[in-house]
Every structure is written in structure tokens, then in C-alpha cells.
């Protein structure tokens, strides 16, 4: 069974602070994998994606992999209100794609 | 980015009828479609994985004689909920991949059952 694991939450951080997100998969296959938000009641959006071992930086948010642990993580650096949403995060290969249950953060100003 | 559209957004439907999702990819090609289904203040659900030209693969516990999928084209599947019950009520969400892996979602169908 390919299982995406994330912590349910509630994560509650206040605003201007880090919040860390993070996220471990069970498939050594798994090739890309991705963090998406979700507002309540919409699709989720992509916020970015990684293929590599290490670091990759967009903005406020920084996406982590480490492969060996089978880990990813999400960093999001200056949070703010309008962050509050739920984290999904999604581990891909070969037209597969399996999704984490999900993190709920609320923002706090 | 790559759109992907879903219609209807939203529907209305008695018990014991039939309801037709379709999703389309509208500026790629997308062999492969994924059905997700979402109840209130859950994750996504995977339902089922729908190949163009071929059958659909199901989730375990997703009964592929209610929820029929078509994928006739490369730019459209079609997820029908067959003698719809008011359990089956559900925010329904489609997505393709590019040849990145990259998902892009629908909108979503909001699908209510009474």
C-alpha cells in the first residue's frame, strides 16, 4: 500500500512566525512530489513541487526532500492569515499520485 | 498554467437517479485522469484512475458499477454516479497530469442528493 502520511493538525501559528509542514511516503518509486492548499469548499492549488534531493525556495515558502528519509517538508517563512488553509501533500511516479490526508493551519494576526 | 474545467459545479438530484460529471483538460492532452472524492473536512479521496482508450482502474472499495467512467477522448473523462443515494453526496474533483507529474485540478462538482 503507497501511503502518504501527514500530521492532521490543527497547526496553529501566529502571524509573522514560521509554520513547518511536513510529510513522509512509504514509496521508494515515487519520483516528484508536491504541496498543494486547499481553501475550504475549493480544489486545491498547487503551491510548488520538487524533484530533488535538498532545498528549493519560492517566496515565502521553501519545500525540503529528503529521499533517503522519505521525507518532504513546506517551511513558510512570514505567515500570514490569508496562509490559513489546508496543506495537502502528494508523492507521484509513473500516472500515480497519492495524497496525504492533509494539515489544517490556521494563522492567527 | 494548464486549465482543467468540470462540469456542472454544482447539482442537485434525487435518490435513485443518474448524475454525469465530465472534466475536461482544455489546452493539453491527458491520458491518464484522476477522480478524487472529498466529504466535508476530509482529504481527498482517490476513486478511481481513468485511461484513455481503456478501462478505468478503481480504488479498493469503490464499487465500479455505480461510479462508470469514461475516458473517450483525450480531453474528456466522464464519471457517472448511477442510482445516486444521498451517502453518495460529495464534492467530486477531477485532475490531469502533464508529463510532469504536475496535477491540475478542477474545480469541482458539488453533488447533493436528496
Known amino acids: 500500500q503507497k501511503e502518504v502520511e501527514q500530521n492532521s493538525g490543527p497547526l496553529s501559528v501566529p502571524e509573522g512566525a514560521i509554520a513547518s509542514l511536513n510529510c513522509t511516503y512509504s514509496d521508494r518509486g515515487s519520483q516528484s512530489f508536491f504541496w498543494y492548499r486547499q481553501y475550504s469548499g475549493k480544489s486545491p492549488e498547487l503551491i510548488m513541487f520538487?524533484?530533488?534531493?535538498g532545498d528549493k525556495e519560492d517566496g515565502r515558502f521553501t519545500a525540503q526532500l529528503n529521499k533517503a528519509s522519505q521525507y518532504v517538508s513546506l517551511l513558510i517563512r512570514d505567515s500570514q492569515p490569508s496562509d490559513s488553509a489546508t496543506y495537502l501533500c502528494?508523492?507521484?511516479?509513473?500516472?500515480?499520485?497519492?495524497f496525504g490526508a492533509g494539515t489544517r493551519l490556521t494563522v492567527k494576526p | 498554467g494548464a486549465v482543467v474545467s468540470q462540469h456542472p459545479s454544482w447539482v442537485i438530484c434525487k435518490s435513485g437517479t443518474s448524475v454525469k460529471i465530465e472534466c475536461r483538460s482544455l489546452?493539453?492532452?491527458?491520458?491518464?485522469m484522476f477522480w478524487y472524492r472529498q466529504f466535508p473536512k476530509q482529504s481527498l479521496m482517490l476513486m478511481a484512475t481513468s485511461n484513455e482508450g481503456s478501462k478505468a482502474t478503481y480504488e479498493q472499495g469503490v464499487e465500479k458499477d455505480k461510479f462508470l467512467i469514461n475516458h473517450a477522448s483525450l480531453t474528456l473523462s466522464t464519471l457517472t454516479v448511477t442510482s445516486a443515494h444521498p451517502e453518495d453526496s460529495s464534492f467530486y474533483i477531477c485532475s490531469a497530469p502533464d508529463r510532469f507529474y504536475e496535477q491540475y485540478f478542477g474545480p469541482g462538482t458539488r453533488l447533493t442528493v436528496t
Open positions: 489546452d493539453f492532452q491527458a491520458t491518464t
Open positions: 520538487i524533484y530533488s534531493n
Open positions: 502528494a508523492a507521484g511516479g509513473n500516472n500515480d499520485m497519492r
